[in-house]
């Protein structure tokens, strides 16, 4: 079973176990919160993810560490995470469990990248424009990507709308491969914008 696999089947059962919205929201805010945390604090990651270190050693940490700002839900989930030795998966997990909490609200995530930051002028009519034919709430989370040249590129639930500049010439470059029989290798652009 793959990585991503397994942390949408623990992130649904974690999801499973909320009481309702509330909590939901609650608990994503307590994974990401532990996710940013791991990500700065190498030390600590190192020591929650090292086979090394005894189970219950790392456990006793997280109570004596998390007992009073975690809800104790999540302090038990993350310790059955310890114990079945998938906190590594905690990342993974946690990006899952948004997605459940985003979508049990009526929110969609929608990944923007685009080459430069956009005005909020044009945040504010594409926001608009995908809630009226995705019938969803936007949250949007920017990614600035000077690769893609120009235009941008939308990521939601597993789709991908590519409006880029740089998917518009590789389009161009393929075409132009296919017609002419030219090795990309040696089209003026190169063979390495994929």
């Known amino acids: 079973m793959r990585d991503n696999e397994i942390a949408q089947k623990y992130a649904r059962a974690l999801f499973r176990l909320q009481g309702g919205s509330e909590e939901q929201m609650f608990t994503y805010s307590a994974l990401e919160m532990i996710a940013k945390l791991l990500k700065k604090e190498l030390g600590l990651k190192n020591f929650l993810f090292s086979p090394l270190i005894d189970k219950d050693e790392k456990k006793s940490f997280l109570n004596r560490c998390f007992e009073n700002f975690l809800a104790p839900k999540v302090l038990k989930f993350l310790k059955f995470l310890i114990d079945k030795g998938k906190i590594t998966s905690i990342f993974l997990i946690s990006e899952n469990f948004k997605h459940l909490a985003l979508e049990a609200s009526g929110i969609l995530e929608v990944e923007i990248e685009t080459a430069t930051k956009l005005d909020d002028k044009t945040k504010l009519k594409l926001k608009e424009k995908l809630q009226e034919s995705l019938h969803k709430t936007i949250q949007f989370r920017e990614k600035l990507k000077p690769q893609i040249i120009g ?12 409006f880029s500049i740089k998917d518009r010439l590789r389009k161009l470059r393929t075409c132009l491969h296919i017609a002419n029989g030219i090795d990309s290798s040696s089209f003026p652009l190169g063979g390495n914008l994929k």
């Open 151 to 162: 235009g941008i590129h939308l990521s939601f639930n597993n789709k991908t709308l590519n």
